[in-house]
């Protein structure tokens, strides 16, 4: 077999593996979406085909009229988005510092970031919510951003970090010489040339804090502050089967937002991810 044909047997092989893992995992998503566009006589009857006989759209109407799940659909999207900006506020001087100061214990400090991110929140559900509770933090979108930033930061510093290795430092010198001190050099030359990995650091750490269930299921117990996530949980608990379309569609609008964010914007947070990675 020549070179030429080994390589594309290759491609091949290649294709066909990625094309199993997304059918595994897409799978269960088509499946919602035929739950989702079913009618309740339908599901009611226990009607397996993949295909519904009737669709419909009346499922998703009913969750996108309901104040109830509008209400979840703000919280999650506030929680998400101000956890980020605030990630974007703690990790960008962090990794600004990691990547052009010398100090001793530099490595080690990074490792250490780093191992932060290897805890689940599973271990520290007790003491965690013992100690919000202390400080009076419970029932609080405020204690969940904390929560939510304090989770974020390890992954969004590596990210910001391997950006900001990418831009020169001869560009870090060249406005040093020019008359800027360092904060000046971060705010004028390295926020400007880091814009697409504080970007993709963003989305993730937006996608992060929208997935998230066990934080605010731990902390908030009031509806009128509960995310999508926890809303969902507590709707299919109160239901029979009867509301499994509607459970369904709730599903969907939940998690479609995030997986389209990625897919479309895959390049960008690939490529943030990889910056300073190669250096020469």
Request: charged content about 10%; glycine content about 8%.
């Amino acid at each position: 077999m020549s070179a030429a044909s080994r390589e594309r047997l290759g491609d091949a092989l290649s294709y066909l593996f990625m094309l199993v893992i997304f059918v595994f995992f897409a799978w269960p998503l088509l499946w919602l979406l035929s739950l989702a566009l079913r009618t309740r006589k339908e599901v009611f009857l226990g009607v397996s085909r993949f295909i519904p006989k009737a669709p419909t759209l009346d499922n998703f109407a009913m969750i996108l009229s309901s104040d109830k799940f509008l209400g979840y659909l703000w919280n999650a999207l506030k929680l998400s988005s101000l956890s980020a900006i605030g990630c974007l506020v703690v990790a960008l001087p962090a990794a600004y510092a990691f990547s052009r100061f010398k100090f001793r214990g530099k490595g080690g400090w990074m490792m250490a970031i780093l191992s932060v991110q290897m805890i689940s929140p599973l271990v520290i559900m007790v003491p965690l919510y013992r100690y919000m509770a202390a400080i009076g933090l419970t029932d609080s979108h405020f204690g969940v951003v904390m929560v939510y930033i304090a989770l974020a930061v390890p992954t969004v510093t590596w990210i910001l970090k391997g950006s900001i290795d990418g831009i020169p430092r001869s560009l870090d010198e060249a406005a040093l010489i020019d008359g800027c001190n360092r904060w000046g050099v971060f705010v004028r030359v390295i926020l400007p040339l880091s814009t697409p990995g504080i970007a993709s650091a963003f989305i993730i750490s937006v996608i992060a804090g929208w997935s998230q269930f066990l934080v605010p299921f731990l902390l908030i117990t009031r509806e009128a502050l509960t995310p999508i996530g926890v809303g969902i949980f507590q709707y299919a608990g109160t239901q029979n089967d009867s509301s499994i379309q509607l459970l369904a569609a709730a599903c969907l609008v939940s998690v479609v937002p995030a997986i389209i964010a990625f897919l479309s914007l895959q390049r960008l947070i690939l490529g943030a991810m990889t910056a300073g990675a190669v250096k020469g």
